[in-house]
């Protein structure tokens, strides 16, 4: 509770968190430090409002056609793998076909006519929020997983996917510039949220999420002949992650970022057979002298572009399941044959991976 109390205590958590752990140079404002607290314990009711001003039924509607693109795609590369047994992409589809898609914002909102808030009390409205939210977990047991339910909020500016439920969930946040624009051209929005809605859809069939049916259980519906295939295909992107520097001399960690890395190669290589699709067979007019396969890529790129403090990233190398975004555009695009044509990339440019160096997986 520290960091909703009087400034001393805000100020000796942010020494320790902020500054010792993650090199942060100076506190958040006070009014960005309350809006997430605010939007934390009053999430959805922050998300219907958010929903109303941000996300009009139009863009949803376009969602529903893009994740499905992206599903068709999704299921014609599983057929045409050449490493994998008809045995196991008969599962493999019908746990594709079976994924659950949330788009934008949950059916049912939860109810927070029992949270008590009082003007004058920031400390105790924050604890009010937290034990509401403990007291609906806790009146679950017992009873029936409700499967309608969300694990983000709204605007939350992420996505998932649950393996228990083999459900994707997209926040209407997510789906927001850079990410999804219902105005921008095929290629931009393939090559952002596209890739997102594909690198979700690879989750279910990453080094972890394979390891769960269709129905969500824990089951191995691998043959061992594809399993062994499947393991060697991804120790060759491990290693390249691998090898991948950052800060001079730190390396990304292959095998804590995998599952992560093979959702990456995976959206991009469903999301821009999807975006084909999406063209019926018409060549895309150049847009500020960009191809449209360039505009997929470079839209791809835009999206992980950051700005992180050295002490930060060094952090996030040692504990975090995702590679710096760096890595996420640098290291999968130079596995894809369609990237290095569109940009013209030879075996003396820098990052270029020789043909039997590269990954291919989904």
């Avoid at 999406?278 to 791809?300: C, H, I, W």
């Avoid at 290291?331 to 003396?348: G, R, T």
Wanted: without cysteine.
């Amino acid at each position: 509770s520290a960091n909703y109390m009087s400034d001393d205590f805000v100020n000796e958590h942010f020494d320790f968190y902020g500054k010792t752990l993650s090199g942060q140079q100076e506190l958040k404002p006070r009014w960005k430090r309350v809006m997430s607290t605010t939007s934390s314990g009053l999430g959805e009711a922050i998300g219907q409002l958010y929903v109303q001003k941000y996300f009009p039924p139009e863009a949803k509607e376009k969602m529903v056609v893009l994740v499905e693109n992206l599903r068709k795609s999704f299921g014609k590369r599983i057929k045409n793998l050449d490493w994998m047994s008809d045995e196991t992409k008969q599962k493999a589809l019908a746990k594709l076909d079976a994924i659950t898609v949330k788009i934008g914002y949950p059916d049912k909102w939860k109810d927070y006519s029992k949270l008590d808030i009082d003007p004058d009390n920031y400390l105790q409205n924050v604890r009010n929020a937290g034990k509401l939210e403990f007291n609906r977990n806790l009146a679950k047991i017992g009873k029936p997983v409700d499967k309608t339910e969300w694990g983000m909020t709204p605007q939350t500016v992420n996505a998932y996917y649950n393996p228990s439920n083999n459900e994707i969930v997209f926040p209407a946040a997510i789906l927001q510039p850079p990410f999804f624009n219902k105005d921008a051209d095929e290629a931009v929005n393939y090559g952002a949220i596209g890739v997102v809605i594909g690198h979700e859809m690879t989750h279910g069939f990453d080094d972890q999420g394979r390891k769960y049916d269709k129905n969500g259980n824990m089951n191995d519906w691998w043959t061992k002949e594809d399993a062994e295939r499947f393991e060697e295909k991804t120790k060759i992107l491990g290693r390249q992650y691998d090898h991948y520097t950052l800060l001079d001399s730190l390396h990304v960690n292959g095998a804590l970022t995998m599952g992560e890395n093979i959702a990456d190669l995976g959206g991009l290589n469903i999301s821009y057979d999807a975006y084909q699709m999406s063209l019926n067979g018409e060549k895309p007019k150049k847009t500020d002298g960009f191809a449209g396969d360039q505009r997929f890529y470079m839209s791809y790129a835009q999206v992980w572009r950051q700005n992180i403090r050295n002490k930060e990233l060094i952090r996030r190398l040692k504990e975090d399941v995702h590679s710096p975004g760096e890595a996420r555009v640098n290291v999968p695009v130079f596995n894809l044959d369609v990237f290095l044509k569109a940009f013209n990339i030879s075996p003396e440019d820098t990052l270029y991976i020789p043909v039997e160096e590269r990954a291919y997986i989904w």
